[in-house]
Every structure is written in C-alpha cells, then in structure tokens.
C-alpha cells in the first residue's frame, strides 16, 4: 500500500495504522515459527466481540439491533505467470487462507464506520460525498465504493470491523483482498450483484484510479474468482479462466523475505512502462500487435535489433513467460512435477535476469528452498523487488524446509524470514457462520 510503512512482525493491522513495532528477539523467534491458518482472530466470535466492542451492541447505529454478518476475501500466491496481467497474457494464481474478514452491521444512511480489529482505529466514508484518496488504508474501500457506484451497483452504508491474516506489502495481494472484502461489506446480504469477475474488474479500476496503482487484474480476480483446492488459470485478454487442480501430495509453501514489496513505488510502473515502450516499437512493424500477447519467438528475433536492450529483456520475458504458464498447466495437470520445478526455475531466473525484478533475498530463498529434498519447485511470486516466494513442497518435506529456511536465512541474509503453510480456498464470499 502506498505511503505506509513495511509490516511490522506485530502484524499487519499496526502497520496500516502507521505504528512500527520494533521486534525484540523473542518476538522474532515467534514470527519466524511456522505460522498456520485460518487463525482465531479472524473466527466469527473474535470479530462479532470485536464489532460489540467498537460500535456496542446497538452500536449507535440508526438501525438499532440487528444482524451482524461477516463477509471475507483471500489473498492470493501467484503460482507462474508474472508481470504478464497488464501485457494481456497469462497468469495462474490460487486465493490462500491467509484473508481479510469484516464484521458489520448495515445502516439505513449511507455512511461507513469501519474499525480496525488489532487497533480501533475507524477509517469513515461518506457513500455520497466520496472525497479526493487521503492516503491510507480507507482508500481501498472508498475508491471501491466509487466504482461499484459507477457500474451503477447499489451501495449500503454499514458499522464494521475488519481483521486481517493477510500481511501488507508483501505481494500477497492485501490490497486486493481489501477491495474485495469491501465489495462484500458494501453489497446487501446477498453480495455485489454482479458476477465475481465483474466486482474484480471494478475492483482493478478503484486500484488503477482512486488509489493510484497501475495493476493488472490477477490479484483481484483470485480473490473474486479462487476455487477451493485449486489455482485458476486466467488468460487477461479474452478473460476466459478454467480450474487448474493443485496434485495431491503437494503442500504450498509461502516465505516471507522480511523485506517489505514496495508496490507503489516508481519501479512497477516503470516495467509497464517498459513494455509499453516496446508494444509501440513492435505494433509500427507488425499491425497486429495491440500488446506483448500478441509477439511469439519468431517475431522477436526478426525485430530484435529494433528494440532498445531494456525493452528486448523485457519482452523476452513476457512472451517466454506466457508460454511457462500453459507448460506449468499441462505439468500441474498430468503431475508431472519435475517439469514443475524446471518451470518454477526458469521463471524465476527470468525475473532476476531479464526484467529485473527480483531482489537478493528471493534469490537466496528461492536457492536454499529448491536445496531441501522433497521441495518441488519454488520461485519468486508477485511483483517483485522483495515480498515472499511461492514452494510446491512434498507434505513430508515441509519440516525440513521450514527448518532451513529457520537456519539458513536470516544468516545469509540478516534477515528474518516468515513462513506459511496455505490452503487454496474459494473467492470473496460470506464467511461461514
Ligand atoms: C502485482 C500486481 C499484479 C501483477 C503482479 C505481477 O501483484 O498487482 O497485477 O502485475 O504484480 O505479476
């Protein structure tokens, strides 16, 4: 999220508030265990407390009593296919078990108190005088609100409390799974009525707009469109997406470089900028181009002289990267995972080597990950320019894996490391009761 300040190990919810918690050496050592979800501070009773607390049992809400109901959105690890959303291309996230949850309680006016469970803070929103971004964390649900109020979708005012498993700035997508789970606290009972896809595109639009981010649609597609058990394979320009099942006996592991992923920072647009700069050179000698989706191989090494060295790297990793996407489908598909990890491996060097976003630490991760016996495949995942990497992990292997990454990273790095085991779990929603 732009502007705030890396996550603090106390967790996500100080940090959006702008608190640093300087993390003493016990509390590194409790980080860095293995963490495992869903956790208790997001269970229907945690929060429902939490919402009492906050607003009390009336709330002071024009509606008096009523029904508080909770309403979730995951976050989500991008198994392959990087930096290829905003080219038109291919990518294959899954929705994880580490989410955000909001407890509320609709109003009848057309205002938002949403508190921050870890912290009390309340963010507040005028449904109808939706002013210029301020800057924090209510952005996302504010330029959430705008655009589902463009798409001409009903708005609900409504008292809430949001909690969060879903650290920030670490390319697990907080971001979206805020605009998503905002989607939900701002639609009737029922949820938005539109289809997932369409709530993802106009969450896209609140990032791209209001708060300023030039992303892709990936993130906000898996946590609209996640399946249970599954990544989902989505092609960005025709949007066609299908269910790609995760084999059994493979466990997803995420690790948390330490180092916070500065989306907003000058660099993401930077690469957009680049392979816009190519798209321009490349669509002057072949008519058909309209994005990088549409350049193979063949066309490359006939006009690779024309793009300047920055802009070929780029390219040569959209197009090559695309292709990865449909490979790793196939090998996912027959469980041919040896052909799993060699994608894995080129998909990560070519992130490091060619666009250039991938940062010593992922590289350090990434190799002593892909050193463990029974790690499948690992690789960098997200953005870049730190956050965590992805690892596909035989079941009986993850121990061992937590264990080096325990005792090799922080001392090559300085750095501590954090680590989850995640689920593949189904797209925003109402959280069970
Ligand atoms: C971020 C963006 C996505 C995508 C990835 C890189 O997560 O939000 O749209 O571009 O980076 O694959």
């Not at 730190?386 to 079941?395: D, E, K, S, V």
């Amino acid at each position: 999220m732009p502007g705030l300040l890396p996550p603090p190990p106390g967790g996500w919810l100080a940090t959006m508030s702008g608190i640093d918690r300087a993390a003493g050496p016990a509390q590194i050592a409790a980080e860095a265990a293995l963490d495992r979800s869903p956790a208790p501070e997001l269970a229907t009773a945690t929060l429902r407390a939490a919402f009492d607390a906050a607003f009390g049992p009336a709330g002071g809400s024009p509606t008096g009593p009523g029904d508080v109901d909770v309403v979730r959105a995951p976050g989500r690890v991008n198994l392959i296919g990087e930096h290829t959303d905003y080219n038109d291309g291919l990518v294959l996230p899954v929705a994880i078990d580490l989410e955000m949850r909001i407890a509320r309680r609709p109003r009848a006016d057309r205002r938002v108190r949403l508190a921050l469970a870890a912290t009390g803070e309340i963010g507040e929103v005028d449904l109808d005088r939706i002013g210029a971004p301020t800057g924090t964390w209510i952005d996302y649900l504010a330029g959430t609100a705008r655009e589902l109020a463009t798409a001409g979708l009903p708005l609900t005012g409504f008292d809430g409390v949001l909690a969060s498993t879903v650290p920030v700035a670490s390319g697990l997508s907080s971001s979206a799974a805020l605009e998503l789970v905002s989607a939900w606290a701002l639609a009737g009972p029922g949820g938005p009525p539109a289809d997932p896809l369409t709530v993802a595109r106009i969450a896209q639009r609140a990032e791209n707009g209001y708060v300023g981010v030039r992303c892709g649609l990936m993130d906000q597609f898996a946590s609209a469109c996640g399946v249970a058990g599954a990544a989902v394979l989505l092609d960005c320009r025709s949007l066609e997406h299908r269910v790609v099942p995760i084999p059994e006996r493979v466990t997803l592991v995420v690790a948390h470089t330490g180092m916070p992923r500065t989306l907003g920072t000058s660099e993401y647009n930077a690469r957009r900028a680049d392979c816009e700069r190519a798209v321009a050179v490349l669509a002057g000698l072949e008519p058909s181009v309209r994005s990088l989706r549409d350049v193979d191989r063949a066309m490359l090494d006939r006009h690779a002289d024309r793009l300047d060295p920055v802009a070929l790297r780029r390219v040569e990793h959209v197009v090559d990267e695309n292709d990865r996407v449909i490979a790793t489908e196939a090998a996912l598909r027959s469980g041919d995972l040896d052909t799993v990890g060699r994608l894995f491996a080129a998909s990560h060097a070519s992130l490091r080597d060619l666009f250039e976003v991938s940062s010593p630490e992922l590289d350090e991760m990434v190799e002593i990950a892909v050193g463990v016996p029974g790690v499948v495949a690992s690789r960098m995942t997200g953005a870049g320019f730190g956050g965590c990497t992805i690892t596909l992990a035989r079941p009986e292997a993850v121990e061992a894996l937590r264990t080096r990454i325990l005792r090799d990273y922080p001392a090559r790095t300085g750095r501590t490391p954090r680590i989850w085991v995640v689920a593949a779990v189904d797209g925003a929603g109402r959280a069970p009761k």
